[in-house]
Structure formats: C-alpha cells, structure tokens
C-alpha cells in the first residue's frame, strides 16, 4: 500500500493497525450451575503459545491481553469434573465464555 503526497509515494506499511489485546472471560461451572474453584483454564493458540489462570472461589477467570484475529484452544482441567476443549475465535472482547461439566468424575 502506498499514499501519493507531493508526486512522491511513501510507503505506509508501518500504519497498518496491529491485533488489539482484548479480554476473554466466564465461569467454569457443575451441571447443577455451582462455580468450580481452582479449576485450570488454558487458551493455546495456533502458535503454540499458551496462557492459563485459576477460576476463583465461584468459577470465575479471565485472561487479559489476548489477541484479536486469533484462533485458540480452550480447555479445563479439575481434579473432579471433566469438560470439553472448545476452539475459540477471537474477534471481540468475550465474556460468558463458560464451561460446565455433566457429570463429576468422582
């Protein structure tokens, strides 16, 4: 891409916008909606690269800082429920991204 200014082009690569850092949060839940604490959440990206974060005391987590534009891997783990990776696109902030498990594996 170029921009024409006084008969000259100047080159505009360095004005292109980059991915913007965004937030992806929700719960990790029990069937019966009771917020699961400690729970492990981890987002991968198609990179490799990966971020995790506890949930709180009710089921809670978030991740700052994630990229617009990416595509990642959302997984769980606990010691007593079990719940399924879900692949996430993020072109937005996105809240409610919850996790509930159907059965205990206790």
Known sequence: D?????NSATDVTNFLPSAAEVTVS?????????GIRNAIVTLTAVTGEV????????GYYRFDGVLTGETYIAEVVSKRYSFQPRVILVRD?????DFVSPVSTR
Do not use: K, P, Q, Y
Not at 26 to 34: D, N
Not at 51 to 58: E, N, P
């Open 51 to 58: 971020i995790s974060t506890r949930t709180s005391s009710f």
């Open 93 to 97: 902030a996105l809240a409610d991204v």
């Open 26 to 34: 929700g719960r990790v839940l029990t069937e019966s909606g009771e």
């Open 2 to 6: 170029t921009v024409s200014s006084n």
